[in-house]
């Protein structure tokens, strides 16, 4: 858990010093957390479904390292919002919702799938992109 925590913040942090929009870091962000998910699909598992048999003191530091990483996240989204990009009252209950959606590819993803990692990617952002933009949010049922 520590281990890719660890590697998912340094990546995710390579991604925010890149000088991108909002959006454009969004979509890096996205692609670099499934990605990963599905390079590492056992251990993200693990780390993503085991934390609760953590000790104590371990659960605490491993909280901590996630929370550094889903600042990551919400750091993007309030820059999204300061700028105009992104049509959203709540950064940090979003970047939960982005995170866990993403995270679940570990859960169900398996090798030799029909479709490939940047389909799924491609997936996965146009959906969250949809919330984020604001499309749809005005609609009216006929």
């Given at each position: 858990?520590?281990?890719?925590?660890?590697?998912?913040?340094?990546?995710?942090?390579?991604?925010?010093?890149?000088?991108?929009?909002?959006?454009?870091?969004?979509?890096?962000?996205?692609?670099?957390?499934?990605?990963?998910?599905?390079?590492?699909?056992?251990?993200?598992y693990?780390?993503?479904?085991?934390?609760?048999?953590?000790?104590?003191?371990?659960?605490?530091?491993?909280?901590?390292?996630?929370?550094?990483?889903e600042?990551?996240?919400?750091?993007?989204?309030?820059?999204?919002?300061?700028?105009?990009?992104?049509?959203?009252?709540?950064?940090?209950?979003?970047?939960?919702?982005?995170?866990?959606?993403?995270?679940?590819?570990?859960?169900?993803?398996?090798?030799?799938?029909?479709?490939?990692?940047?389909?799924?990617?491609?997936?996965?952002?146009?959906?969250?992109?949809g919330?984020?933009?604001?499309?749809?949010?005005?609609?009216?049922?006929?």
């Amino acid at each position: 858990m520590d281990y890719t925590l660890t590697e998912l913040t340094f990546r995710l942090r390579e991604v925010e010093k890149n000088e991108m929009d909002a959006v454009k870091k969004l979509q890096k962000a996205i692609e670099t957390h499934i990605v990963y998910h599905i390079s590492n699909l056992n251990m993200t598992y693990v780390t993503d479904s085991e934390i609760r048999s953590l000790t104590n003191e371990n659960y605490k530091d491993i909280i901590k390292k996630r929370k550094k990483y889903e600042n990551l996240f919400i750091k993007i989204l309030d820059e999204g919002i300061k700028t105009g990009q992104f049509d959203i009252k709540d950064s940090k209950r979003t970047t939960y919702a982005i995170l866990h959606m993403c995270t679940g590819v570990s859960y169900w993803y398996k090798e030799g799938e029909s479709l490939g990692v940047e389909d799924i990617v491609d997936i996965y952002s146009k959906f969250a992109y949809g919330g984020l933009l604001g499309l749809g949010c005005n609609r009216t049922e006929t």
